[in-house]
């Protein structure tokens, strides 16, 4: 274990080579100097852990020494010496956060090593107290930054955090990157990053070394980076490197030169540590929060083309159907309107054609104008939908396919079923995919069962054909995007259906039917989901 180290400062040459011979036996690493100044240079070159100095001397008083001390080392240990004991010295003492008083002539070396022992003891205490309360608020600092995930307003967050609990003005949070340095938030005055000057080659060097430094303008560092500080005015910096994945950075903090802030102490070291690695990881949540945010809007952008894909395939398949619905009217139009061009008809005949040409003309136009809702990329207006006239409609659509594979339809529907709020032409496609799914798995012909009911919170529609069923070890892929147990399928019309039904809150599952075949479970919920 290495020793402490103890500077013995003391103008009676006889009591300072007394309490080095004391303390050196004692196994401490001691040097004494009866010259305050000269004691002043070597804590301004050298690392010391206890300062005992005298208090009385005739160049420098031992306050002054101690102020010094305290300026270049804020962590030092001190111990006084004095031949006056006075309540004024112990005030003064305590003021100035002297760790412990020791009255002269010592008779014992004992009472040397206790009071040494016991200062540095106060001292190791007064750093943990100081610890543990720079320690606790950041509690609250944590969970502020985690709560933010916009990087700017995340970036402002943690300068604030670090100028309020390191008590500083200068802050600048730096990047590195492919070696190069580049500055995301500052303020103050920090250091300026000008190609490869030494300030970028400072920051460089913390990131590449991986450990923090601290830097006083005056006592012992490198000249450079001393020089540096002074140029900006500062007397005090930090620069903390934090890595984390593939993301490099590193912290500076720096307190004015002159100001009412000491220079920064080991536990504003350690504050700072812990600062910058929450500010990292909060930085690296927010970068994961936007890719999340990105991904997820490709995945939307990818179920709209899904969308807009499966239902031109189902508007192709419905072609036969539409021809069907638009041709009939078409062609009583054109009877009617033959008949009424007749020079032998009478007016009231004619007006009874023209009055039946006009009633073909509406349903025909409220026929396209429910198929174009269907494919109308646009149409996502949440309304009160009645599930009854959308089934009908959707069922008579298909009705022409329908009857040329031979394939009947049982219906089991109730008078009337609660309404519910839903985007019309979605839960149409819905309708439709189930019906043309059963239609393309009953190619000789079947029957199509299909039952509703009113259920608490909803209602319940079940879709159940006759044919061969769905094979027990394919049934958990039936949903996926691209399966398909049909030859020639695109495997999208139920991926499709079951997300608009879960956009809706509401369920489709495979169920078990009370007789062979697929047997599909629909449930949408009343009221507005949306």
Do not use: W
């Not at 852990?49 to 001190?78: C, H, K, N, Y």
């Not at 078409?330 to 004619?350: F, T, Y």
């Not at 819905?430 to 009911?453: C, K, Q, Y």
């Amino acid at each position: 274990m290495e020793s402490l180290s103890i500077l013995v400062v003391d103008d009676e040459p006889g009591i300072a080579l007394l309490c080095k011979r004391i303390l050196s036996r004692a196994g401490y690493d001691v040097i004494s100097e009866t010259d305050p100044r000269a004691a002043i240079e070597h804590l301004q070159q050298m690392h010391v852990d206890l300062l005992l100095v005298d208090i009385r001397m005739p160049e420098v008083d031992g306050f002054d020494v101690i102020s010094r001390a305290q300026m270049v080392q804020p962590d030092v240990a001190t111990l006084v010496m004095t031949g006056f004991g006075t309540v004024e010295t112990a005030i003064r003492a305590l003021r100035q956060g002297v760790d412990g008083l020791l009255l002269k002539p010592f008779n014992k070396s004992e009472e040397l090593l206790q009071a040494v022992q016991q200062a540095l003891d106060d001292n190791q205490r007064k750093r943990d107290t100081a610890r543990v309360l720079a320690l606790r608020p950041l509690f609250n600092v944590t969970e502020t930054l985690f709560a933010e995930t916009d990087r700017d307003r995340l970036l402002e967050l943690i300068v604030n955090a670090v100028c309020e609990h390191l008590h500083c003005s200068n802050v600048a949070y730096y990047q590195v990157e492919n070696g190069n340095v580049s500055v995301v938030a500052r303020r103050g005055n920090v250091f300026q990053l000008d190609g490869n000057n030494f300030a970028t080659q400072l920051v460089g060097r913390v990131d590449a070394d991986g450990d923090p430094i601290v830097i006083n303008a005056t006592g012992p560092g490198e000249a450079d980076a001393q020089a540096l500080l002074s140029t900006l005015g500062l007397g005090s910096a930090i620069l903390i490197p934090v890595a984390r994945s593939n993301l490099h950075s590193v912290l500076f903090a720096a307190r004015d030169a002159g100001g009412p802030a000491r220079a920064f102490r080991g536990s504003d070291l350690e504050m700072f540590f812990v600062l910058a690695r929450q500010a990292v990881v909060a930085m690296e949540n927010a970068r994961l929060y936007e890719d999340l945010r990105a991904y997820v809007r490709r995945v939307e952008e990818s179920q709209a083309a899904l969308l807009r894909a499966e239902k031109m395939a189902a508007a192709g398949r419905l072609t036969a159907s539409i021809a069907h619905e638009v041709n009939n009217p078409l062609q009583s139009v054109q009877n009617c309107l033959h008949l009424a061009g007749r020079e032998d008809m009478v007016p009231e005949k004619r007006k009874e054609y023209f009055d039946l040409a006009q009633n073909e003309l509406e349903r025909l136009m409220k026929t396209m104008h429910r198929m174009l809702d269907f494919y109308r990329p646009g149409a996502v207006k949440v309304e009160q939908v009645d599930t009854l006239e959308l089934l009908q409609h959707v069922l008579s659509l298909a009705s022409q396919q329908l009857s040329q594979r031979r394939i009947e339809v049982k219906k089991d529907l109730p008078e009337s079923l609660p309404v519910i709020y839903a985007v019309s032409g979605q839960i149409q496609q819905v309708f439709l995919n189930l019906i043309l799914n059963s239609l393309d798995v009953m190619p000789t012909g079947g029957e199509l069962r299909i039952a509703a009911r009113a259920l608490d919170g909803g209602v319940e529609i079940t879709f159940h054909d006759t044919g061969p069923g769905i094979p027990e070890s394919r049934r958990n892929d039936i949903f996926e995007p691209f399966f398909s147990t049909k030859e020639g399928g695109t495997g999208l019309g139920l991926t499709v259906s079951y997300n608009i039904v879960t956009a809706h809150g509401g369920t489709l599952d495979l169920v078990n039917g009370p007789e062979p075949g697929a047997c599909f479970r629909l449930f949408l919920p009343s009221g507005d989901k949306q």
